[in-house]
């Protein structure tokens, strides 16, 4: 097996898809001749051609209203949107078309496409460049959203995205990249979506999280091990959420501490934390608590740092619950 970062696993798992299957093409800004803007998709306009891998106008509507034709004629895109914060132009075609063409349809079509992006911070990206949208995307009807946290998961959800019938959003956490290598298979295997994972096995506390703040509650989970035993669950898909996974594990543990990047106000951990308080009341021996980014605009590459949530700050939270008093 080769040692691969998360751009090296996708652009093998859209490689090795285009070959399995000549429906699978690929469109979006500089995806082509440039190989996207972090590479994602290098020497695949070389090997399929423009026919296949194709550079779109800067559009971000079209381009995701473009892929719903070609899913409507039979094709299987894969768009990409070059960064998050342009992703908002694509809302009228995901809330209005992409997630209903099977229910408006009553079944007689549907999409098999997936929207794929680079998200987040922790790059000093400039303004439009560092966000972390993916409530938006959770809370629209007919859409799967998945976010990947390490290579291996990587290429198996992308391959999963792109086999399945409906359409997904993909979410790559730009932050990690290329921050680490992991050993990733080559040729075809899948990571089911829908499916959350606990990474970390431990009895005090749950940790959840998902693309790159799986990394942060990791490296929480080391830093208070003497004090207590952290179960880290990733959550790999963000609409429909995997709740047998967080339930068995929060029940385990009786706490629970939910991460995201996004702000606070209105984010997937507020729902998470919600669906929690409402099924395991009665097991939670303390309050469910969130660590998000900010309820501010994404601040400019100086002030970045204060913004990101790191796993110290994770720690302090963590400090808070080993004096918690149970909930009831």
Known sequence: MARLNIV???NSALKEEMARDPAVMLLGEDVGEDGGVFRVTEGLHQLYGSQRVYDTPLAE???VGVSVGLALAGMKPVAEI???GFTFPILDQVVNHVGR???????RHHLQMVVRFPYG???????????SPEAYFARTPGV????PSNPYDAKGLV???IRDPDPVIFMEPKRIYRAFRQEVPEGDYTVPLCQAQVVREGKDVTLIAWGAMVREALQAAEKVQRQMSCEVVDVRTLS???LPTLEASVKKTGRAVVIQEAPRNCGVAAEIAALLGERLFFSLESPIRRVTGWDVVMPYPKLEPYYLVSSDRIVQVLETLREAKPVA
């Open 8 to 10: 090296e696993a996708l």
């Open 61 to 63: 509507s079209g381009i």
């Open 82 to 84: 070059q960064f998050d």
């Open 101 to 107: 063409m099977r229910s408006r349809t009553r079944g």
């Open 121 to 131: 911070a922790g790059i000093k990206g400039v303004e439009h460049h560092s966000e």
């Open 144 to 147: 799967k959203v998945v976010i």
């Open 159 to 161: 391959l999963a995205a």
């Open 240 to 242: 429909p959420l995997d």
